[in-house]
RNA sequence: GCACUCAUAGCUCAGCUGGAUAGAGCAUCGGUUUGCGGUACCGAAGGUCUCAGGUUCGAAUCCUGAUGGGUGUACCA
């Protein structure tokens, strides 16, 4: 249900009955309650436009505005002020509508678009660390939210397995003469130990400066061993990926290598554009107003990740038709993608109407404000993280004795890596955050588990009550009129949330929902004795449809839900 | 040096395209129960939105400057 643009309608239909030529601006939803369900603004905007007093025109407004349908009362207030309430009925059919559609109401996209969302982007020569949660989970919500909304979406998870390390790691891992599948279980330790081998053998590290010339060139038995490092270490990131409940597959994949091809095509065609100069023997794109150029090749020749990168834009808006490329990315590579989104749209690899943008995202700080590291100042490893979180989260399981061993691991599992996501994922994404297990497994708050707490509430309602619901919902009282209120703003805020990419809204959202809900709740009796019939069933749906609004909510969040805590 | 970014309650954070008395949670203090899941709900207290100007009928939000923090600054990704 759009919402405000149902509600702009009836604004838009009173503008025209008044005879007010102007556009109206968009309706917001109210401050308080007192101030009705959502209110109109533009009056006083139009007051020196028009050249008549803002109460005069928002008196014109009122005077023409439909209170049959939508809206069933509007007041003027304070300097011009247009105060909306909903209609009860209205809003209750709205609900029931919604209730019985398996997409809760909400549209599918009417012209969707092609969207190439880059995340995660893990290193093949290490481990999976805390600085990949963020751009793998943030990423993932966002694949999600617009696939729902039904753009088509298309997951590209840009994996680094090119560059000279590789000919140390394969040198190495030849060396060892073995499969890979022992010594790579640790590739952090893999990698320190190949890299004390480089430093201290010069033989070794010869040979390693062979390999990497050897991949490049194509060889056979390089390549091979290099395939099966970069087998292993992708099955690392899929362990992480499943733990993580992330739909990225190998299907997602395109490697860095997978543009080595195209590298030299890249450097063609900026050269015959004429915008290539040399310097200091390196190929640059110098931009207007810029000091640092953007390199593309070496001076011995090599390219870098900004080649790889424009090879990479270029393949997404010409090869796959993306109109819309998401880069979920740490914020400290802002000046490199603003660099280098200029110069593939200066040298036409995208089109002018393919948006580029660079999602970016704070650092992960402990409890200090210090980034995240372990006690000896190394990176901490995803996985263990991911772990922790599962035994902390078991931790919290009141009632262990009602369960298997196994349903609580499960439910430990949900729980815990619920809980790490919801806490990233209600973070506004540009600010660093603070890391804090206490805050994220608690119940109170915006936190998962207190959304966990609400959802089992409410199926524990319908455990209870085990009979077919007939009926329609009616809107009784003031909290009944504010929960489905905010139960018909979901699409709006799902949408606004794919605009900005920002989960957060979804989690503030999500978090009012469940406040709300809990208050009628405690004023609103379902169950117990004494309520009418009729009430009864309109309440129950009301919670019925709160709980699918939550569940559908975390579901783009990529947060599983339990019916019992 | 230059560029980008951030600054909101003791702490952690919201605040959407400028709108009415700037909102939550934690912590503090107080209240609600024969309890449909009290891991809940209600209330109190807590703010010169870093500072100084400017634009506007109207600024936490936009502009300029200052201060303080973070980040980036050509052949790594």
Not at 92 to 115: F, H
Not at 309 to 329: F, H, M, N, P, T
Not at 428 to 442: A, G, H, P, T, V
Not at 524 to 536: A, C, M, S, T
Request: hydrophobic share 40%; net charge negative; charged share 25%.
């Amino acid at each position: 249900m759009k919402l405000k643009s149902q509600i702009n309608n009836v604004i838009k239909d009173a503008f025209t009955k008044a005879g007010i030529e102007h556009e109206p601006m968009s309706v917001s939803e109210a401050t308080k309650p007192e101030f009705g369900d959502y209110q109109f603004n533009g009056a006083m905007a139009l007051s020196k436009k028009i050249g008549k007093n803002p109460r005069e025109i928002a008196q014109n407004i009122l005077d023409n505005i439909d209170l049959t349908g939508v809206l069933s009362k509007a007041e003027i207030a304070g300097p011009g002020f247009i105060n909306l309430w909903l209609n009860p009925l209205w809003i209750g059919a709205q609900c029931q509508t919604a209730l019985e559609d398996e997409r809760l109401g909400i549209s599918i996209r009417e012209n969707p678009i092609k969207v190439v969302v880059d995340y995660s982007g893990p290193n093949m020569a290490k481990q999976m660390h805390v600085g990949h949660l963020r751009s793998t989970i943030i990423g993932d919500t966002l694949a999600n939210l617009l696939t729902f909304l039904g753009d088509e979406v298309i997951r590209q998870n840009h994996i680094g397995d090119w560059g000279t390390q590789f000919g140390m790691l394969i040198a190495y891992l030849e060396m060892k003469d073995e499969d890979g599948s022992v010594s790579l279980k640790d590739l952090e330790q893999f990698y320190k130990d190949a890299k004390g081998e480089f430093d201290a053998n010069a033989d070794f590290a010869n040979k390693a400066r062979e390999y990497v010339v050897k991949i490049q060139s194509g060889d056979a038995h390089c390549l091979n061993l290099w395939q099966k490092f970069i087998d292993i270490s992708l099955g690392h990131c899929e362990e992480v990926y499943e733990k993580l409940n992330v739909n990225l597959t190998r299907d997602d994949v395109r490697a860095e290598s997978f543009y080595n091809d195209e590298l030299p095509k890249v450097v063609e065609v900026l050269a015959d554009k004429g915008t290539l100069q040399e310097s200091d023997g390196a190929q640059c794109v110098f931009l207007e107003g810029d000091e640092i150029p953007v390199i593309v090749q070496k001076g011995d020749g090599g390219y870098l990740y900004a080649t790889t990168d424009l090879a990479a834009l270029w393949y997404r808006a010409e090869v796959l038709g993306a109109k819309r490329i998401s880069y979920v990315v740490d914020a400290r590579q802002a000046g490199h993608f603003k660099q280098v989104f200029r110069v593939a749209k200066e040298a036409g690899f995208v089109p002018e109407d393919v948006k580029l943008e660079h999602i970016a995202f704070g650092t992960m700080m402990d409890k200090g404000g210090k980034p995240f590291k372990t006690r000896d100042g190394g990176t901490v490893k995803l996985i263990d993280l991911l772990d922790e979180a599962v035994v902390k989260a078991k931790e919290t399981i009141n009632n262990k004795e009602d369960y298997t061993p196994e349903q609580v691991d499960e439910l430990a599992k949900i729980i815990g890596i619920g809980a790490v996501k919801y806490a990233d994922l209600a973070i506004n994404r540009e600010s660093n955050y603070i890391f804090n297990w206490d805050k994220m497994l608690s119940f109170e708050g915006n936190t998962s588990l207190y959304m966990q707490y609400g959802y089992a509430r409410i199926q524990s309602i319908f455990r209870k009550y085990n009979a077919p619901i007939e009926g329609e919902i009616i809107i009784g009282d003031a909290l009944e009129h504010r929960l489905a209120t905010m139960l018909l703003r979901f699409e709006d805020v799902l949408s606004r949330a794919a605009v900005d990419a920002s989960s957060n809204q979804i989690t503030t959202y999500l978090y009012e929902l469940v406040t709300l809900f809990m208050r009628f709740y405690e004023q609103n009796p379902i169950l117990k004795g004494g309520i009418d019939e009729e009430v009864k069933m309109s309440r129950l749906q009301l919670a019925n449809l709160t709980a699918k609004t939550i569940k559908q909510g975390l579901d783009i969040l990529g947060i599983k839900v339990v019916d019992k805590l």
